[in-house]
């Protein structure tokens, strides 16, 4: 866990804590439904966390997801978050370009509205 400090223009970081991944058992989002930066780390004692945003939230239990499939295997349980958002096989993953993905599907919806109202001549 890292403290962010600001002393006028300047800022710093100290590290207050420091966890092996193998130890954490889960991660809890608390509410999934809403747009909140509140998240509990569970161990051997749960940590509550404020994260910077709600993206910078899942920005990190993506992280950690991808850490501990790679490194451990081990069923690491995440809780009370939208899953489209975790997880890499997700087309609306951020390693799929989502604003591309989603940019494609507005253009082909926005063709298909606009072929259905133009008349057709017989």
Known sequence: MVKHY???L????????KWSLNDLRMIDGKEADTDN??????????????????ASKYAFVRTVNKLNHAYLKK????????STY?????????????CLVLMRICFYAFNLVCLSLCPLSL
Not at 10 to 17: F, L, N, P
């Open 6 to 8: 600001r002393i006028g």
């Open 10 to 17: 300047d800022e710093k970081y100290e590290v207050t804590k």
């Open 37 to 54: 930066p509140f998240f509990d780390l569970h161990f051997k004692k749960v940590y509550s966390l404020e994260a910077y945003s709600c």
């Open 75 to 82: 069923d690491l349980r995440i809780v009370n978050f939208d």
């Open 86 to 98: 975790i997880n890499d096989d997700s087309i609306w993953s951020s390693n799929n370009k989502d």
